[in-house]
């Protein structure tokens, strides 16, 4: 199925079972030949202009999937204030970060 909605990236550190909220980030995508998308770039959304309800979820979807310590990165698509889950794992944002940031990160 194919979805049409803003694809949002929430990063979390979990401690503990406890989430801590690092970025939000939107995909932002380029119409290409023959009706399809390639990402394009990635803009950071402050806190405040998120809906608080994909950010709950990214942290329901940390605890469903057991993650008490470490990295947590979700993507979600919002569809008036529901989101929907595209994938989820106990790792660090890859495509949009620095190399040099994220060698830092995991030494």
Request: with cysteine; net charge negative.
């Amino acid at each position: 199925e194919y979805i049409e909605a803003p694809e949002i990236a929430i990063n979390s550190v979990q401690y503990n079972g406890t989430p801590y909220l690092c970025e939000i980030v939107q995909f932002n995508k380029l119409l290409i030949d023959k009706g399809k998308k390639i990402y394009d770039y990635a803009t950071l959304i402050p806190f405040e202009k998120c809906e608080p309800e994909l950010i709950n979820y990214s942290f329901k979807v940390a605890a469903a999937l057991g993650i008490k310590y470490g990295p947590m990165h979700a993507e979600v698509f919002s569809i008036s204030k529901n989101p929907i889950l595209i994938e989820a794992a106990a790792r660090i944002m890859g495509a949009n970060t620095p190399i040099g940031l994220m060698k830092e990160c995991l030494t």
